[in-house]
């Protein structure tokens, strides 16, 4: 895991920067190292050299490396500037989901952190609780709600890992690249394949999310009608 290297501090003395040394300073350099090199390469030692301070100073701030890695993903999910519901089901979701992928996608390089990791901070349930609370004002009782919740969390989640750190495998969107892909599909001698390849060779992430999240609204409103 690599460790960015700053200046060691001076022994017998607190280290430049020490005396301003905060939470928000350290979950602020964890995200500077993370937009840099990865969530993978965030350590203790790799956010301390970061700032130039003693990798044991953090700890007055922070709980280790993982109470580091909750705190960036709390961080992150306290920027989603969720919506006032409307009272109308599929306007809602589709609000939501929107927040939600903008405020992830501010951080493409955290993603997974945002999207994989339980949390239980009011900022992290946040947006649970906007989902369950449109599908319980438009009649569907909890235990459905729950399940059409974790469905609409499987997809955003799927969607934005995807969007995120995209493998050609999943289509491109520059021409060259189309064009490339294209013919490999084409040459591979499958027939579906052969008659998907012009869109199975170029990949638009927005268009994909709110397909999606259409699909999912459509699942969910067939339902509320029955």
């Known amino acids: 895991m690599p460790v960015i290297k700053r200046p060691r501090p001076s022994r017998g003395r ?41 990798a044991k100073s953090l700890y007055n701030h922070v709980d280790g490396k ?13 920027d989603i500037r969720l919506p006032e519901p409307t009272g109308a089901l599929a306007d809602d979701l589709r609000a939501i989901a929107q927040a939600f992928r903008r405020a992830t996608l501010a951080h493409p390089q955290a993603a997974t952190l945002v999207l994989t990791r339980q949390l239980s901070s009011l900022a992290s349930l946040a947006p649970t609780e906007a989902v369950v609370s449109a599908l319980l004002r438009a009649g569907f009782p909890p235990d459905e709600a729950v399940h059409l919740l974790r469905s609409f969390l499987a997809m955003a989640i799927g969607t934005l890992l995807r969007e995120a750190s995209a493998d050609p495998t999943f289509g491109v969107s520059d021409d060259e690249g189309i064009a490339r892909r294209r013919q490999v599909l084409e040459n591979a001698g499958l027939p579906a394949l052969t008659e998907a390849a012009p869109h199975l060779a170029r990949c638009d992430h927005r268009e994909e999310f709110d397909f999606a999240v259409d699909l999912l609204i459509e699942a969910a409103t067939a339902r509320q009608r029955r």
């Open 14 to 54: 607190p280290p430049k920067g020490a005396e301003r040394l905060s939470r928000q300073a350290i979950l602020d350099a964890a995200l500077e190292v993370i937009d840099a090199h990865g969530a993978a390469a965030v350590s203790m030692r790799s956010v301390a050299g970061h700032m130039g301070v003693d």
């Open 66 to 78: 993982e109470g580091l890695l909750d705190a960036v993903a709390e961080h992150l999910l306290t």
